[in-house]
């Protein structure tokens, strides 16, 4: 009987189509805790807005104790402004990283929930067993696991053989088998036993389990920035210091001209509006949305800094079996011995094969039942089953009237029948230069025929393959069958090269060579001989179905154990670099249009500037504040894209260099001049009303009496 929250999770499974539903609550809560100074001071762009605006806050409130700011032409009311739309650039800045953090969050929760509560039966050294708590579960220890109960954590199956349903973590219906020996032990924590008893081997500690290394992955807020981040947050500050010496500098020459009027409010306000403020309050958003995207496929990944060296990859490593291939040879042909009729072979090859249970063996009966082959009706006490041995190399069946129906190699048929006839010799040969293999059909001491098998491509990679050609992604098959065959899928599915007949070590060494040329490569595997491999590569994506050496070794792990998914990820991991430096191209062309604002309203009094008002806005204070509010709103106005990653398609880089200058260079200027100009009039036509008069002058007497 199942113990007390053995039972199903109560939460509905994680898949890459899953839709986390955040807290509005949540959300404002954690965007105002991120005013604290230990959260701003770790991104320098808005550390520079946050300070300003608690300096022109508190020349607005305590005027007194800046007397050198405040003189005759200070005014409180535009002080204040200036502050408040300040203080809403740095909320609007954490309102971004607090939705990212929060969509991340409801996924820990969801995925949280999937083992709260779950208890084990523990098989003790005795045999006796025992329920304890999952989380008192050590590596090593032994549990049973019956049909309709929930795999408490995670493990290797060492005993029995099981139908897994691992849906509510990896998203896939269709249920898997997992059995003792061989690669295909390893079982997920919180997936569902359907058929069998299996008894596990613990191969995790508590809280160190794959479910709880991906809670870590997207809930975590203190995320490890990559170095391309970091090198941009460097390059953004830099420009932001560099900005701020040029501010100085006017603030020099104005005061020095004697013919403007300065006004530290519009100075910081320049300030603010010049420096990269909107990719600055984006980039966190950016780096956690795309952690979250690698989680929302069902992978695990180990370090944000694997999600952003996929989109740096320029060579791609991969298995033929499983990932290039569906992975087992499909018969595609039949070849009949001359004088055989075609619908004989076919029947006799149906019948060798009825009771073979390989891919291969029902690949057959499958070809031959398309072609219209339907098979007799055969008492069994009139047919014997003639198994596969190592030996002999055929299988088939024996009847008592037609003796014996087999089908096999060409060399092991040929010592047990006789040599093939010439016409199916050179078919066969034929067959082998195209990497095929051809099986020898017989019928009691006569071949027949030819059936042609081959491992066929996977629908839609060589199109896959194609795109990543298309990005810089120089892609190389790595298989252990012969040169012919290695090289009939290389030219199939258009991997740009391949290397055949590879034994454990060839992928180490492969990927040696490519890191001494510079290059940054990436694998998958599944096996524990893969691990190596997989340690070395910069990308190594371990198989969920893999062995437990495999999964350590990596720095990501798939959950649906699908090897293509490695495209996917590399897909995830351009659309990060790609979204990012949209957002910076469109930032700093923002910010250009910006100047055409605030410099004609700050130099109102120098003869040949007011030429650079191409906007035409006549009030200097009512153009900064308008300009500075425009900064302020293009932050959460750009969140959607920042979360949902700029939509990447596969290109060259001079042709993503054009698009993201055409889209997002000329939009920034455009977008900055229309809704600079709409603010304009809208804010004129606000303070043109009585009661913001009214409410300005008032404030104005209480500021003055302080």
Known sequence: MSAPGAGAPRTAHVSARHRVRT?????????????????????????????????????????????????????????????????????????????????????????????????????????????????????????????????????????????????????????????????????????????????????????????????????????????????????????????????LSLTYLLSGTGEGVLNVATMIALAVCLIPTTIGGLLSAVGISGVNRVARANVISKSGRAVEAAGDLDVLILDKTGTITVGNRLAVQFVAAPGEDAQSLMQTALLASAFDETPEGRSIVRLASL???????????????????????????????????????????????????????????????????????????????????????????????????????????????????AEAVARESGVDEFVAEAKPQTKLELIDREKRYGHLVAMTGDGTNDAPALARADVGLAMNSGTSAAKEAGNMVDLDSDPTKLIEVVSIGKQLLITRGALTTFSITNDVAKYFAIIPGIFVGIAGIQALNLLGLPDPQTAVLATLLFNALMIPLLIPIALRGVTFRPQTAVELLRRNLVIYGLGGLVSAFVGIKLLYLTIAYVDGLPSVIAWGATLHQILGAL
């Open 23 to 247: 807290s509005l609550s949540g959300v404002l809560r954690r965007s105002f805790v991120k005013f604290r100074p230990s959260e701003q001071v770790r991104n320098p762009v808005m550390f520079v807005v946050y300070v300003y605006f608690f300096f022109i806050l508190a020349v607005t409130l305590v005027p007194r104790a800046f007397p050198d700011l405040t003189g005759p032409g200070f005014d409180p009311v535009y002080y204040l402004v200036i502050a408040v739309v300040l203080g809403l650039t740095v909320w609007f800045a954490n309102l971004a990283e607090a939705v990212a953090e929060a969509q991340a969050q409801a996924q820990a929760d969801s995925l949280r929930e999937v083992r709260t509560g779950l208890k084990a039966r523990q098989v003790r050294a005795d045999g006796a067993r025992q329920w304890v708590l999952a989380s008192q579960l050590h590596v090593g220890d032994r549990i049973e696991v019956q049909p309709n109960e929930t795999v408490p954590v995670d493990g290797d199956v060492v005993e029995g053989v099981g139908v897994i349903d691992e849906s509510m973590m990896t998203g896939e219906s269709a249920a898997v088998v997992r059995e003792s020996g061989g690669d295909r032990t390893s079982v997920i924590g919180g997936s569902r036993v359907l058929q069998g008893t299996v008894t596990i081997r613990v191969t995790s500690e508590p809280g160190r389990s794959f479910l709880d290394q991906m809670i870590a992955l997207v809930e975590t807020t203190r995320r490890e920035k990559t170095p391309n981040e970091i090198a941009l947050t460097i390059i953004l500050a830099a420009l932001s210091l560099a900005l701020l010496v040029v501010i």
């Open 371 to 485: 072609r219209g082959v339907q098979p007799p009706r055969i008492p069994t006490e009139r047919l014997q089953v003639v198994p596969f041995t190592a030996e002999r190399q055929m299988s088939g069946i024996r009847l008592a009237d037609q003796g014996e129906l087999m089908k096999g190699s060409v060399s092991a048929m040929e010592k047990s029948v006789g040599p093939l006839p010439v016409d199916l010799r050179r078919a066969a040969a034929e067959a082998s230069r195209s990497g095929m293999t051809p099986l020898a059909i017989s019928r009691g001491r006569s071949i027949v025929g030819l059936v042609i098998l081959k491992d066929v491509v996977k629908p839609g990679i060589r199109d896959r393959l194609a795109g990543l050609k298309l990005m810089g992604i120089r892609t190389v098959m790595c298989t252990g069958d012969n040169r012919l065959t």
